[in-house]
């Protein structure tokens, strides 16, 4: 079975431009989970929707940051304008009912310049 | 509000020997604990969890952690260690906030191993 579909992989980017991540949860998985990975901060959680619903989205860091699951399968996390203080990986991870057991994607590594 | 301390960033071991990780969690109720590994420039990957029951879990790949309630810790251990084991190695805690339902994790603990 597939995993977490991620994409794209790495993305370099200037300093204002828009940044679009996508990701492809597990098939028949109901909750969808973005974080970002920064040396400083560690592992965060953004967002998560369950059955594409945004439950909690308190860890968004600011209006820069949107994300949005038009179906069960796709999901994107959008930064506009990007800064170089987004630089990170950003991970997306799915759970099919127990909410804990997260199975996630190789991650994005997004550098800001 | 839930905490997780790892308070060992960096831990090297030769192969074949034993190892624990050390994890420390703040959390008012009982809670759910995992541990995830992450291999370098990959996903974090589940190794065990513990709800409830019995406090000494049996995860993937040879792990077992113990839940210890009186010492608000869940330690991770291998008796013998593979050097396919060097990665990074996060505890975390999950627990509901309130509003929703998260999971937090430690800063990781970053294994490497001797041949």
């Known amino acids: 079975d597939a995993g977490v579909i991620q994409s794209p992989r790495h993305e370099v980017t200037e300093m204002g431009q828009e940044v679009t991540l996508r990701c492809k949860p597990i098939?028949?998985?109901?909750?969808l989970f973005w974080y970002r990975q920064t040396m400083m901060r560690g592992l965060e959680l953004l967002i998560y929707f369950n059955n594409n619903v945004p439950i909690d989205d308190s860890g968004m860091p600011e209006d820069r940051f949107s994300a949005k699951m038009p179906n069960a399968s796709f999901s994107t996390l959008k930064i506009q304008p990007s800064e170089p203080r987004d630089s990170a990986v950003y991970f997306c991870a799915s759970s099919l009912k127990r909410i804990y057991e997260q199975y996630f994607g190789p991650g994005t590594r997004l550098t800001v310049t | 509000a839930q905490s997780v301390t790892q308070p060992d960033i960096h831990i090297t071991v030769s192969e074949g020997a034993s190892l624990e990780l050390r994890c420390n969690y703040s959390y008012g109720a009982t809670p759910y604990l995992f541990w995830y590994v992450q291999s370098p420039g990959q996903g974090l990957q589940l190794l065990l969890k513990y709800f409830s029951g019995d406090t000494l879990v049996q995860g993937i790949k040879g792990f077992e952690a113990e839940f210890k309630r009186s010492q608000s810790s869940f330690n991770l251990r291998k008796p013998s260690v593979h050097w396919s084991d060097a990665a990074e190695y996060f505890c975390a805690v999950g627990a509901y906030t309130g509003t929703a339902s998260k999971l937090t994790f430690g800063t990781g603990t970053r294994l490497q191993v001797t041949l």
């Open positions: 098939s028949g998985h109901d909750y």
